[in-house]
């Protein structure tokens, strides 16, 4: 048995656990020499929609396994459908696997790559007597198949000629005959307790360009039987896919076995990922595109990889939340908060701390001398002592956060008040004498402080403590941006779930996307470059928008903030 790999992308994890029940049938299978002990997975995505956080799932699977075991990992797009796929798609789709650290090297495939061969399967197919064409319609087809408790029904055409079923197909394929008007099917068992072996469909008359073949064709092969073939002419050993396609083993080995493929692929099943708060369905992901309730499919509030990486998930993160969930046939939904206890880890341990002022206060320190500005020092990771420090400026003017400060607070109130003493991180105590008020409106507009010169660097020589720390920036030096908060996209845990007279669309949070402008950050936030990730201390983790951050204009994106719901689910739990 190959020994599992252990390199970047998998670093910590695998190796070390015990394994899913698909790598134990892989491991196995190369212990006994099945498929000469050689392990071949793919990735088969339809290029009809961006790839989500679900797929990241499936990915880290198959580029897993082959990884682990010394084999290797296709990318197939499953283009058999003309009329919903896109080139922009098969782009993004690439990029997206890519970021997620996976490599198919030169493994690039289109199942549209073997329609020649397809085809020829079908004729082979038709010439075993295992095929027929059907001029019935798709709706008696479908009318005709039966249920689970009562056996389908036999087609008129059922018993054509092997002759017959040659010239009809080939006049199928050279486009003599409408869309609709017939159908290549198997000849399998009406009467089959699985009604996916009830004749099954496959291939359809469809005069509709392809986005690679263009109009070359105009009969395009089912799923069922692309997918199996597509399996066995890539070599694949291990065909790996989600539980809705159980029932569709059985078609997938008839297949093989019927056209006598030697050293046939098989099909496993494991459960897709459900999350909560937010949905996993290209369709319903599409219908928030189309209908402008987001703004693309990157949308950082989008469970896309796309938005994901632009909201400032990490791959790393999302490559240990999905080693961290399994992979098991059983059904689940996983707490979203656990996504974000994964990337709060990782960004923990690498994001640089940095001061930002989301909604800004102007204070005045009273006592300190007009027109003098000094330099302090920052510490930029207490994670990580060889991140260092940076200098950062500071002034008689400085903005803090609007809700640290209450004129009237209440009990265990440690933040700013009038009378009250804080410390401003890295700088010195503050103690708030005034809080300046618009007569008009009441509201708040500026703070008077003053400051004691002896608490630089946030000590007092005299051991008096306070009990609040702010975080602040110099009004001399701050520079302006924008900064989007996010929340989760659905109100509730399940928005599939949806009462029937309602829309999944009914239940987006209106609360998702907050945008704040005038935000003042720290001057060295200057230099950041699109993507580049922060912690606002205090804050959350934020990044860089990746698609309308400007120089001189940025615009930040909270990633999430620190609060960290998982590990207080985690506390009930084990208290409970
Ligand atoms: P959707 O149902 O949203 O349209 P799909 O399953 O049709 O998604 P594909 O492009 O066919 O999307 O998916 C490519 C691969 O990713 C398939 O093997 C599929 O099983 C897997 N996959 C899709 N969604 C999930 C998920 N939520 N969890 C795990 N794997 C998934
Ligand atoms: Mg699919």
């Not at 790559?113 to 798709?138: N, T």
């Not at 008020?437 to 051991?463: H, N, V, W």
Request: charged share 30%.
């Amino acid at each position: 048995m190959v020994a599992p790999k252990n390199d970047a992308a998998t670093a910590g994890t695998e190796g070390q656990k015990p394994l899913d029940f698909i790598r134990q049938i892989v491991a196995e299978d190369v212990a006994a020499g099945v498929h000469g002990g050689r392990v071949a997975t793919r990735f088969p995505p339809e290029p009809n929609g961006f790839l989500h956080i679900g797929h990241a799932k499936s990915i880290c699977l198959n580029f897993g396994i082959a990884r682990q075991f010394g084999g290797t990992c296709n990318l197939r797009f499953d283009d058999t459908n003309p009329s919903k796929e896109e080139m922009a798609y098969v782009e993004s789709i690439q990029t997206d696997v890519r970021w997620l650290g996976f490599d198919w090297e030169d493994r690039l495939f289109y199942a549209s790559d073997y329609f020649d061969r397809l085809y020829r399967f079908a004729v082979a197919l038709i010439e075993k007597g295992k095929a027929y064409v059907d001029d019935q319609s798709a709706e008696q087809i479908r009318q005709s198949r039966g249920t689970l408790t009562r056996p389908g029904i036999p087609s008129p055409y059922r018993d054509r000629s092997v002759a017959e079923n040659l010239d009809l197909f080939e006049r199928m394929k050279n486009g003599e005959f409408p869309d609709g008007s017939r159908v290549l099917r198997a000849k399998i068992d009406m009467a089959n307790a699985n009604v996916v072996m009830r004749d099954p469909t496959l291939y359809r008359i469809r005069k509709v360009a392809h986005h690679r073949t263009g109009d070359h064709w105009c009969i395009y092969p089912l799923y069922d039987f692309a997918h199996c073939l597509s399996d066995a002419i890539e070599g694949i050993t291990h065909s790996i896919c989600t539980m809705e396609f159980e029932n569709n083993r059985e078609l997938y080995d008839w297949i093989l076995e019927t056209l006598e493929i030697p050293d046939r692929p098989r099909q496993y099943e494991f459960a897709r990922l459900n999350l909560t708060r937010t949905v996993l369905s290209k369709r319903k992901l599409l219908q928030l595109v189309d209908e402008k309730i987001v703004d693309g499919w990157d949308d950082p509030r989008m469970p896309t990889l796309s938005g994901l990486r632009r909201r400032g998930f990490t791959p790393e993160a999302i490559r240990n939340f999905c080693d961290r969930i399994g992979v098991a046939r059983a059904q689940s939904t996983v707490d979203y908060a656990l996504l974000e206890h994964c990337l709060r880890e990782d960004l923990n341990r690498r994001a640089p701390r940095v001061m930002a002022v989301l909604r800004p206060l102007k204070l005045v320190i009273e006592n300190y001398p007009q027109g003098q500005t000094e330099t302090l020092e920052a510490i930029n990771n207490p994670e990580d002592p060889a991140a260092g420090t940076r200098p950062v400026p500071f002034g008689r003017e400085i903005y803090i956060e609007r809700d640290d400060f209450m004129v009237d607070p209440p009990k265990k109130w440690f933040r700013l008040a009038p009378g009250r003493e804080v410390r401003l991180r890295y700088a010195y105590f503050i103690t708030c004498t005034e809080a300046v008020t618009d007569p008009k409106t009441g509201e708040i507009t500026e703070l008077r402080c003053t400051y004691d010169p002896a608490t630089r660097g946030g000590d007092a020589p005299d051991g008096r403590k306070v009990k609040g720390t702010l975080h602040w920036v110099a009004a001399h030096a701050a520079i302006a941006a924008e900064v989007r908060l996010y929340d989760n996209l659905f109100t509730v845990d399940n928005p599939a779930e949806v009462a029937e007279d309602k829309s999944f669309l009914d239940l987006v949070n209106p609360e998702a996307l907050t945008v704040l402008d005038g935000c003042r950050l720290e001057p060295g936030l200057a230099a950041a470059a699109p993507g580049d990730f922060f912690q606002f201390e205090r804050l959350g983790y934020f990044c860089v928008d990746a698609k309308d951050s400007r120089p001189g204009r940025p615009v930040f994106n909270r990633t999430v903030t620190l609060r960290d719901t998982w590990a207080k689910i985690k506390q009930k739990q084990s208290k409970s």
